[in-house]
Each structure stands twice: as C-alpha cells, then as structure tokens.
C-alpha cells in the first residue's frame, strides 16, 4: 500500500508542451504540499493545500498550477514547459500544516528537451 | 531569512566508525527541526522531529539532538545499508508552515 502516490515517474517532453503530474495519498491527510529537487538536490516547496484550499504559494511562474479535486489529491499542471522546468517534483502530505512531519512519495522526474 | 546549512556535503565512513552530520540553522522562531533519509531515486523519508534545544531522538544506531543553533546526527557503528542522503528542514514560528531544507549530507558505509 502506497501511502502518497505520484505517476508519472518519469516525464520525457519538449519545449513549450503543457504536462500534468498527478498525486494521490491515502492518509487521510488534511495537508498536502508540491515540492521541486534541482540537480544540486535542494528541495523546495512548491505549493502546500489544506483541506483543498491552497495556503502557500511560494514564488513560482504562473505556469504552474496546482489543482486539489480533494483531499487525497492534488495534482500540478505546467504550462509552457521550459529548460529550466527540468527537476524531479516530489509530492507530499502531513496530517496538518505545523507540528507534523511530511511523507513524500516517490518523485517525478521531468526532462524537458 | 531563514537558512539552513549542512556539513560535511558528503561523507566516507567504514563500516563500524562512528561519526556526526552537522544542520546549523536560523529562522525567525523555531516551530521544529526534522531529519529526513533520501536513498536514489526515491523521496525523503521521514526520521525524527525535535522542538526544543536540549532534545534528543534516537532510532537504531542514529541519534539526533538539537541546540538553539545547531542539530547533529549521530551514526554509531554506521552499516553499508545506512548509506543515503541525510536531509535535515526547519519549520518557523513565523510566515508560511513550510518546511526549509538543507542540500543535504551524502553518507557512504563502506563495508
């Protein structure tokens, strides 16, 4: 049983495509976060959405888009996919926004080429 | 704004040689401090989570602990299987609930 789940594992695309990675935790988790690893492996958050509203949006182009249809999910859609869009995206949920630890699932590794 | 640095960036140990990771930091408040192992190709797994300077966690052979500057994680008699990158985040009192990470300590057991 996977506990935060995240498809596709890998992401081979081109310049300028629009792309979707999907997540999914079966927690029960109120929070839920998006997070970007460079190649020097710093993570980064994203985004993070409580119970579906978003509550953090740290400064990221506007071509990024985080949709939460509900609790257990909250995917990220990129537009205009870019060089410099190439990380590996990790996906993850707490049982709330402070005082908890976060789980993360598996990464998403996006080439653009 | 608030940092966090790890050292050393990578280290070599034998296999039975005890050793520290070092996570200094500052923030604006600290809300807590975690420990997350990162193994390749997979996302970080949570270790512990320590709240105030004074405190101490230990798991198997790691211990952490934590001052109001700095947190260190302990390997005693580290095995090959204990070889990861060790990721160390903070949490503020303050701004956005996030957590703040370090680029990590990449440890290596050999046998």
């Known amino acids: 049983d996977t506990a935060v789940s995240q498809t596709p594992k890998y992401l081979v695309t081109q310049m300028g495509n629009d792309k979707s990675i999907k997540c999914e935790q079966n927690?029960?988790?109120?929070?839920m976060y998006w997070y970007k690893q460079d190649s020097k492996k710093f993570l980064k958050i994203m985004f993070s959405y409580n119970n579906k509203e978003l509550i953090i949006n740290e400064t990221v182009p506007n071509r990024f888009s985080p949709k939460s249809p509900d609790k257990a999910h909250l995917n990220l859609h990129i537009n205009s996919l870019e060089l410099g869009d190439s990380a590996v995206y990790f996906c993850?949920?707490?049982?709330?926004?402070?005082?908890?630890?976060?789980?993360f699932g598996q990464g998403t590794r996006l080439t653009v080429v | 704004e608030d940092q966090v640095t790890q050292s050393p960036e990578a280290l070599r140990l034998q296999e039975g040689e005890s050793s520290s990771l070092n996570c200094s930091y500052t923030?604006?408040?600290?809300?807590?401090l975690f420990w997350y192992r990162q193994d390749p190709g997979k996302g970080p797994e949570f270790l512990f989570t320590?709240?105030?300077a004074g405190e101490e966690k230990e798991k198997e052979r790691l211990k952490a602990t934590l001052t109001k500057k700095e947190s260190f994680l302990h390997i005693t008699a580290p095995k090959p299987e204990d070889s990861a990158t060790y990721l160390c985040?903070?949490?503020?009192?303050?701004?956005?609930?996030?957590?703040?990470f370090g680029t990590g300590t990449r440890l290596t057991v050999i046998p």
């Open positions: 320590l709240y105030s």
């Open positions: 985040a903070v949490q503020a009192l303050t701004g956005a609930n996030n957590l703040f």
């Open positions: 923030v604006s408040g600290l809300r807590g």
């Open positions: 927690l029960g988790h109120d929070t």
């Open positions: 993850a949920s707490s049982p709330r926004t402070v005082n908890t630890e976060a789980f």
